[in-house]
């Protein structure tokens, strides 16, 4: 039985976590959740990943949202209990420490923009759609995507997409923000690889102090943030990075990061 998720390495330090449901649109089962968390935890504990690409298999969809067929056959209490192991599950991914890159190659409804939202940036197939389409089935958004949409696409446009339910396509996804990138299909993995590779190439503790410091910042006052991102940039100072790069700059030569 092929696993639910993998995890594989594509480039030097580069690794692509595939939801592998392709028959259900990849949509996330408990199972499913499961899985994700569990590669999670395994890309928190290696030292040697230092960029990450989400992706659904096949070429229909990124992931469909919840299990609706799974949803039937639970209580209203299952129900609420899923929908937090949802979010739970995105928080984990929005808590990985090095750069995450949602590679949106299908539809992405539901829970499956949420889990897109939870990464670091978004890429986008020109083919596709995505939308927060909860209203429309009678329920809201609930494994995060009133919170982080606002927050990354301003607040109007975020009511207008959770209000009306529809779907948005490519363009209008990339003229408001909701996706920093989007490409052929055609290009989209190997548009999404390259990235990956230039975040890989700088220094590891430098990204993860980086991501921390953009964060943490985000969700609190200026004050407090210029503190923080002190506090992170001062996580940098004495590593055996910092020196290399200076060298290498010195030298005129690419630096050879070990993320000590």
Do not use: W
Not at 80 to 90: A, H, L, S
């Amino acid at each position: 039985m092929a696993e639910l998720v993998t995890l594989e390495e594509v480039e030097e330090h580069v690794y692509i976590l595939t939801l592998n449901r392709p028959e259900a649109a990849n949509a996330l089962s408990t199972g499913l959740l499961d899985a994700v968390q569990q590669k999670v935890e395994q890309i928190e504990q290696s030292s040697d990943i230092r960029a990450v690409i989400i992706k659904g298999s096949g070429t229909k969809a990124f992931c469909a949202g919840a299990d609706l067929k799974e949803r039937r056959g639970m209580n209203d209490q299952e129900v609420i209990q899923t929908v937090r192991k949802i979010g739970d599950t995105n928080r984990m991914i929005e808590e990985i420490p090095v750069p995450t890159i949602a590679m949106i190659n299908g539809v992405a409804f539901g829970g499956g923009l949420e889990l897109a939202l939870a990464c670091d940036l978004r890429m986008m197939s020109t083919s596709t759609t995505v939308g927060l389409t909860e209203t429309s089935l009678a329920i809201i958004p609930g494994a995060g995507g009133t919170q982080r949409l606002s927050r990354l696409i301003g607040l109007g446009r975020a009511k207008e997409m959770i209000y009306t339910a529809k779907p948005v396509e490519a363009d209008r996804a990339y003229q408001i923000g909701l996706v920093e990138y989007m490409y052929d299909s055609q290009i989209l993995q190997q548009e999404a690889i390259d990235l990956a590779c230039t975040i890989a190439r700088n220094g590891p503790v430098a990204m993860k102090q980086a991501k921390k410091a953009i964060n943490q910042g985000y969700e609190t006052d200026l004050e407090s943030a210029l503190s923080i991102e002190h506090e992170c940039y001062k996580e940098t100072i004495p590593t055996h990075d910092r020196i290399e790069g200076l060298q290498a700059f010195k030298e005129k030569r690419k630096p050879m990061y070990k993320g000590e």
